[in-house]
């Protein structure tokens, strides 16, 4: 559409642009002056925050108010200072857990946590509000922060606009139609096209080449054929120069260190040649981002110019000169700082925020040229570049090393290419041995994103509803929820299979005849299954058999490995008694040395005599292999032939199969001509019977299942005398105002006085064991405090949450999540006013201190825990000694730079 076209309120807030609104936003902005909520789906970098600034515009144009949100405090403050910058101090607030400036502002920038918390007090602030932007509103998928945005969107007043933000997924038009469903005319905007076009590469050695075959007439997506052959020219010689060419590894493992992967500093002057640079290479583990860093240290590379030295130095002296000198070194500041000037950073949670706040100001500068980062930094920070470079297709996700997924792979390269600064970006991914170039296309090609619901009421949620609508209509606002959305619709498909399959069910019946059959049928079915069930156990008690032997063999046994490649006699050469899983080493009469599990051994082992060995027995060389193997051969004993006491053994003695086997042979059908063909025909059937009851268990557990776990907590919160006659009590309303994810145990530490007593120091390291989350396996286990207060309230606390955690079982709730003891002396001593070093070295978990940023989020997550009981304990002295924790915590590096 031509600049022309535009009328009204969109042809004035353009007049005030330096550039020409793109399709996509034009249609966007239209349809919000038309009176439209809006959802605008398209790549990151596609210019969608100036829907959101249009938004602001129409609001004050009109006298009105807007509330502009953003998942997180970072940026708030960068769309604050744009903002700014545009309407002036004095038309602009902010309000984020840490700052609150000019909250009564017509435009205002907050967390979107800030906004809920608005909407459940009834906030006065709300009154004239007619435009919210929900910035990267596809954050609801988040497990942990995703309900905040959901219920944003189901609460807020009917006559608020809405302009959601989100990055190109896949649903967007499911998305769409929940919004139409909950807020009314919704105009869904989707946009897939780049600004800045995107070409994939893979860099093998010094050598880059293009990822697509770009000469291909062929339709499907074509892998360069170079790429290809060069590939396998170099596995062909890194197998003939014993590089190790085994098969390519695809688990979960990462780059094999074969000596051929090329070092970061190559691989950032290659790109430098290239013209590819500023870049941003992102490795997912924080070690490894600075260890990436420190290898480019000890290198010569330099990416900076000198001219640029007192303009990175001032913009270091901006963010960091409030820290405190004696604090400089247990941060690592010098060599930080020696890495800006030759322009390399890296960036990640667990850096000092005034750290990460500064490489970020540097690298938008073009002062930083090469940063390497977690994935964090794709989400949201405005921080793009030329090129991203992925050295790994995998990553840890918690739980397991996983390979990335297009979503994920869509979301990082998504950095690439600055708008207005590069005609094009650039995505490499860094070839080893373990990347198959194929799956690279592969995630490259696909533009799979689907938005799935993280919504579930929990404690908090639900007495807030409950207090500001009642029970009944509480139910029916969780039923319009997106989760409860997206289950209904996979309903939908669960239903059509019930009914697909009952009418093949009727057709089999036909078939089969009178009932008579069919109860033949069913006793054959049950026949089969008692003979599958009979197998199964016997192959479990031959394991079992198997790893109790394998535990009691000792050094020098000789054993017969009765099956498989290594059949014949053995001798211990280790012994092994992990439980559940004895693997020991032993020595076989053909010369291997390996370990052997129950797997080689399907009847239990049993020594057949000794051999007497000597005090150090190397297995890995081939002299001493011989030399045993001669000797085991030399002891005279033989192998005895397989024995194997099987299923049907195991199945005489069954008293229930054989009173089913005598059944079946009386049974009147069990003579007929075509018995055979009806057993095809009855286990068809039976098939799609169980399939059919499985999916109806389905549907019974996937419809209203935010309504029933409602209800379930609101029993939960009656029981305990949160909620009477279904009114919220006075208990209830402090527990409404108490926003964490231990929302509970923290109300009844308060309400029981668990916590009265304490000193200031001594509080904040009580509670933070509920908000405290190591970053390994660790929970509950840890130091018990460095005081007898703190150990009698830490007890009293962990009381407190077992019995919740029992009542949960009781009623069939999600258990809330236990406390972790890791950062209790830690913020203690800082709390009391200990230095930062010693506070960081007892912070942590299993020995490892936590890194600067790691211990500042902590802290700041404790203050805000520390404010909200401050503000609802009722009593007076708890209330004060929370107040003064918060003034203890925030000092040195927590209180600089707190964004």
Not at 227 to 254: F, K, Q
Not at 485 to 508: C, H, P, T, Y
Not at 836 to 845: C, N, R, T, V
């Amino acid at each position: 559409m031509a600049q022309q076209s535009l009328t009204g309120e969109l042809a004035a807030f353009s007049a005030e642009l330096s550039f020409t609104l793109d399709p996509f936003q034009q249609q966007s902005c239209e349809s919000l002056q038309s009176g439209h909520s809006v959802l605008v789906c398209a790549p990151t970098g596609a210019g969608k925050t100036v829907v959101g600034e249009f938004a602001v515009h129409l609001a004050l144009a009109a006298g009105g108010k807007c509330f502009y949100t953003t998942p997180i405090k970072a940026l708030s403050n960068q769309k604050y200072a744009d903002l700014v910058e545009r309407y002036g101090r004095d038309t602009v607030g902010l309000l984020t857990g840490d700052q609150s400036l000019n909250p009564a502002a017509p435009v205002v920038v907050m967390t979107t946590e800030v906004l809920r918390n608005m909407l459940y007090a009834s906030s006065d602030a709300l009154i004239g509000l007619s435009y919210v932007v929900m910035d990267e509103v596809h954050y609801l998928a988040d497990r942990f922060r995703g309900a905040v945005w959901e219920e944003v969107i189901l609460h807020l007043p009917p006559d608020v606009r809405l302009v959601s933000l989100s990055a190109t997924v896949s649903n967007a038009e499911e998305f769409g139609a929940w919004m139409e469903t909950v807020r009314g005319d919704t105009a869904v905007i989707v946009d897939e096209t780049r600004p800045v076009p995107l070409w994939q590469h893979v860099l093998v050695g010094r050598r880059l080449f293009d990822l697509f075959d770009q000469h291909s007439s062929d339709q499907k997506v074509m892998v360069d054929k170079e790429l290809v052959r060069y590939i396998e020219h170099r596995e062909t010689a890194d197998r003939m120069n014993g590089w190790g060419g085994g098969p390519r590894h695809r688990g979960g493992g990462g780059p094999r260190r074969d000596g051929r992967s090329v070092p970061r500093p190559e691989m950032l002057s290659r790109l430098d040649e290239a013209g590819l640079l500023p870049a941003i290479t992102f490795i997912f583990s924080r070690a490894g981002c600075d260890g990436a860093l420190a290898q480019c240290l000890r290198s010569r590379l330099d990416l900076s110019r000198t001219e640029d030295f007192d303009e990175v130095d001032a913009i270091i002296e901006k963010h960091t000169g409030d820290l405190p000198r004696a604090d400089l070194e247990v941060l690592g500041y010098w060599d930080w700082r020696e890495a800006l000037h030759r322009g390399l950073a890296a960036h990640h949670a667990g850096m000092l925020p005034a750290f990460r706040h500064t490489v970020e100001e540097l690298f938008v500068r073009g002062l930083v040229r090469a940063v390497f980062a977690t994935e964090t930094l794709a989400l949201g920070i405005n921080m793009p570049a030329r090129t991203v470079v992925l050295e790994r297709l995998v990553k840890f996700n918690g739980e397991s090393h996983a390979e990335l997924t297009p979503g994920e792979y869509t979301q990082l390269t998504g950095r690439a290419g600055r708008r207005g600064i590069d005609v094009e970006g650039h995505a490499v991914v860094v070839w080893h041995p373990d990347v198959d170039t194929s799956a690279v296309a592969g995630l490259a090609s696909t533009r799979t994103y689907p938005l799935r619901s993280s919504f579930r009421p929990g404690y908090n949620m639900s007495i807030n509803l409950i207090d500001r609508m009642g029970a009944e209509q509480s139910r029916e606002l969780l039923e319009r929820s997106f989760a409860q959305f997206q289950a209904d619709r996979s309903v939908v498909g669960l239903v059509r299979g019930i009914e697909r399959n009952e009418g093949q069910m009727r057709k089999l019946r036909s078939q089969i005849g009178d009932d008579s059959v069919l109860e033949y049928l069913s006793l054959r079915d049950r026949l089969k299954q008692r003979e599958r069930d009979l197998e199964r156990q016997g192959r479990a008690d031959r394991r079992g058999a198997s790893v109790a032997s394998l535990s009691t063999l000792r050094r020098g046994d000789v054993v017969a490995i009765p099956a498989g490649r290594r059949q014949g006699l053995a001798v211990i050469l280790e012994p092994d008694a992990t439980p559940g899983d004895p693997r020991p080493l032993v020595l076989t009469e053909d010369k291997w040395a390996g370990r052997v599990s129950a797997a080689d051994f399907p009847t239990p082992a049993q020594p057949l005599g000794r051999m007497r060995l000597p005090r150090h027995v190397d297995h890995r060389t081939a002299r001493a292999r011989s030399d045993l193997a001669s000797a085991l051969r030399d002891t005279g004993l033989i192998a005895p032939g397989r024995q194997r006491r099987g299923a049907r053994a195991k199945a005489a003695d069954d008293r229930e199969l054989m009173t089913l086997r005598r059944a079946v042979r009386s049974h009147p059908a069990h003579g007929r001509p075509d018995r055979e063909q009806l057993a095809r025909t009855g286990e068809r059937y039976t098939r799609l019977q169980r399939e059919t009851e499985s999916l109806r268990r389905q549907v019974a557990t996937t419809t209203n299942s935010l309504a029933r776990t409602f209800d379930r907590i609101v029993a939960l919160l009656a029981d305990r005398g949160y909620v009477a006659d279904g009114e919220v009590t006075a208990d209830g309303r402090r527990l409404a105002r108490i926003y964490t994810e231990a929302d509970l145990v923290v109300a009844e530490c308060l309400r029981q006085g668990r916590w009265r007593g304490l000193g200031p120091a001594e509080l904040a390291a009580v509670v933070s064991i509920l908000v405290y989350e190591s970053r390994s396996e660790g929970g509950i286990l840890g130091a018990t405090g460095p005081t007898a207060p703190i150990r009698r309230a830490v007890a009293d606390t962990i009381a407190v949450w077992g019995e919740l955690r029992t009542d949960e079982a009781r009623f069939k709730l999600e258990p809330t999540r236990e406390p972790d003891l890791g950062f209790v002396t830690g913020i203690h001593k800082w709390a009391r006013g200990d230095g930062l070093a010693e506070s960081l070295l007892a912070s942590g978990d299993q020995g490892n201190a936590l890194s600067a940023g790691d211990f500042v989020r902590w802290c700041r997550q404790v203050i805000d825990l520390l404010d909200q009981i401050h503000n609802t304990a009722d009593d007076v002295e708890v209330a004060a000694t929370a107040a003064k924790a918060v003034r203890a915590i925030r000092r040195g590096v927590v209180a600089v730079d707190a964004a």
